[in-house]
């Protein structure tokens, strides 16, 4: 049981060049998250999904676009790198019980530098 | 905008004493969840608790919640280098759905 992975673990990009990073769960559940870490920050939501097939904008959603074609798989995607996208990017998952609380479960992050 | 703010935004203390960190927040709540992050990992839940609750332990950790004040403490006790971490709160509301707002973090170091 892996849990939550990411790849790739860092990547240098350049202005304007795109990329696409991979979170995959093994866990089965229903929501997954991506987020993005600045220094002295906390987590700010980049986009999330409910479910296979669905997807939601968050608090910080420009500039990049997301897709949920298979439940244990969500992507984000780059289209255009800016500098400003220089930060760590987290995919997190969580399956609420009906009614209830949940905890998220963290991937182990991405470090992106765009020069 | 950032829900949770914690204080401090730093503390380091010595192996045994006890830590405490805190967290304010704006709007009502549902839930406030703590997570720890280790140095370059992803974060690691810690604890829950419900906006009916005023405290919970679970092992060294302590969690209150004054939910008149929107505020909440972590307190942990004998602390250990390894507890050495940046510890984040997280809130959920009623109108966020499954969505969390973190706060900005304490990074908590203990000296051995």
């Known amino acids: 049981n892996a849990g939550v992975t990411q790849t790739p673990k860092f990547r240098v990009l350049k202005t304007g060049q795109s990329m696409t990073l991979l979170c995959a769960q093994d866990m089965n559940h229903e929501y997954m998250y991506w987020y993005r870490q600045d220094p002295g920050m906390g987590l700010r939501l980049i986009h999330y999904?409910?479910?296979?097939?669905?997807?939601a904008k968050g608090e910080v959603p420009d500039g990049y676009n997301v897709s949920r074609l298979k439940k244990q798989n969500f992507l984000l995607g780059l289209e255009s790198a800016a500098p400003s996208q220089t930060s760590v990017y987290f995919c997190?998952?969580?399956?609420?019980?009906?009614?209830?609380?949940?905890?998220?479960?963290f991937g182990p992050g991405t470090r992106l530098t765009v020069t | 905008s950032q829900q949770g703010e914690e204080d401090p935004q730093a503390l380091s203390i010595q192996e045994g004493e006890n830590a405490t960190m805190n967290c304010s927040y704006k709007t009502s709540i549902n839930n406030l969840q703590w997570y720890r992050q280790n140095s370059g990992r992803g974060l690691v839940h810690l604890i829950l608790?419900?906006?009916?609750?005023r405290e919970k332990h679970s092992g060294r950790l302590r969690v209150t919640l004054d939910t008149s004040k929107k505020s909440s403490s972590l307190l942990i006790t004998a602390s250990r280098a390894a507890d050495t971490a940046s510890y984040f709160c997280a809130t959920d509301g009623e109108t966020s759905g499954s969505r969390l707002t973190f706060g900005e973090g304490t990074q908590l170091t203990v000296n051995p």
């Open positions: 608790i419900r906006s009916n609750e």
């Open positions: 999904s409910v479910g296979e097939g669905t997807t």
């Open positions: 997190a998952s969580s399956s609420p019980p009906a009614g209830g609380p949940y905890e998220q479960y």
